[in-house]
């Protein structure tokens, strides 16, 4: 099994990512500073245009440099920025692969539902009626939850009573992010 190597450096614009070999990823680490003045003239090309331009400096089978701009607004400012949540549940989980874990699924449903709660957390209740509307059913709830309290992927906000509300974690958010690449 060949090593695969990434590097992916964020700005505020756009991110250039390395892949490919440790040789390779060296490589163009020297080079990075070239790289991000390409970054600044594949963002100058497209001016103030509001859709996303992808440049690919380098590719073939085993190696490729990327290039991004990624549309900046005042949205893309907060934590959550990193992930665009469509009104349908349906539409944000055809967003993940289809063999994932169900703790995982149920990761997906519970951001869902706390994107779209004012206070930004969720019930887990809501989560297994909002899976089983689009006809999903997990086998051990309680089990899937405290996979993603140990994991650290979920936290819990309140306790009232037996009613226990959730937060999904930062560390949460950045699976998600891992499960959409």
Request: proline share 3%.
């Amino acid at each position: 099994m060949r090593d695969i190597f990434r590097v992916r450096v964020k700005t505020k614009e756009g991110e250039i990512e390395i892949e490919g070999s440790q040789l390779f990823v060296d490589k163009k680490m020297e080079q990075l500073p070239e790289l991000v003045k390409k970054l600044d003239r594949v963002l100058a090309d497209n001016g103030s245009k509001n859709k996303d331009a992808t440049s690919q400096v380098e590719s073939n089978k085993d190696k490729k440099t990327t290039i991004k701009k990624k549309p900046v607004s005042s949205k893309t400012r907060t934590a959550s920025a990193n992930l665009s949540v469509p009104n349908s549940f349906k539409q944000w989980l055809a967003k993940f692969p289809d063999k994932i874990r169900q703790a995982d699924i149920l990761l997906i449903a519970c951001y869902f539902i706390q994107h779209r709660s004012p206070d930004n957390i969720f019930k887990c209740f809501l989560a297994k009626n909002t899976l089983a509307k689009a006809g999903i059913e997990l086998t051990n709830l309680d089990s899937s939850i405290n996979r993603l309290i140990n994991e650290q992927l979920i936290l819990v906000s309140k306790k009232a009573g037996k009613l226990t509300l959730y937060k999904v974690s930062t560390k949460g958010r950045n699976s998600l992010i891992d499960l959409i690449q």
